[in-house]
Nanobody
Framework: QVQLVESGGGLAQAGGSLRLSCAAS????????MAWFRQAPGKERELVAA????????YYADSVKGRFTISRDNAKNTVYLAMNSLKPEDTAVYHC?????????????????WGQGTQVTVSS
C-alpha cells in the first residue's frame, strides 16, 4: 500500500522559513516524479513545485520561484520543500503527490498518489 506522509508544517512569521518533508513507502520511489501542491481555503489546489525521478529537473510556480526549493533523497524515499521568505499568502494545506513516470507532470490529475497534507500558516 502506497503511503505519502507529510511533516514539517506549522506556524511561521512572514519572512520566516519552514521545511516540509514527505516520506514515501510502498512504491519504487526512484521511478516516481514528486510534487508539492497547496490548497488555501476557498481556492483551488495549485502546483507549487515538482521534481523528476532523479532530481535533475524541477518546476516552480511563479509565486514561489526564488523562495522555495524542492529536493529529494532517493536513498531515504523522501521529498522536501524548503520554504524561505514566507508570506501570508503562502498559508495553505500542503500536499505531496507522486506519479509513476520519468517525466515531470504539472497537473494535479496526473498524480496518482497523495498525502493527507500538512498545514502551513504564515502570520503577518
Amino acid at each position: 500500500q502506497v503511503q505519502l506522509v507529510e511533516s514539517g508544517g506549522g506556524l511561521a512569521q512572514a519572512g520566516g522559513s519552514l521545511r516540509l518533508s514527505c516520506a514515501a513507502s510502498g512504491l519504487s520511489f526512484r521511478s516516481y516524479a514528486m510534487a508539492w501542491f497547496r490548497q488555501a481555503p476557498g481556492k483551488e489546489r495549485e502546483l507549487v513545485a515538482a521534481i523528476n525521478w532523479s532530481g535533475g529537473s524541477t518546476y516552480y510556480a511563479d509565486s514561489v520561484k526564488g523562495r522555495f526549493t524542492i529536493s529529494r533523497d532517493n536513498a531515504k524515499n523522501t521529498v522536501y520543500l524548503a520554504m524561505n521568505s514566507l508570506k501570508p499568502e503562502d498559508t495553505a494545506v500542503y500536499h505531496c503527490a507522486g506519479d509513476w513516470t520519468y517525466g515531470l507532470p504539472l497537473t494535479n490529475n496526473e498524480y496518482e498518489h497523495w498525502g493527507q497534507g500538512t498545514q502551513v500558516t504564515v502570520s503577518s
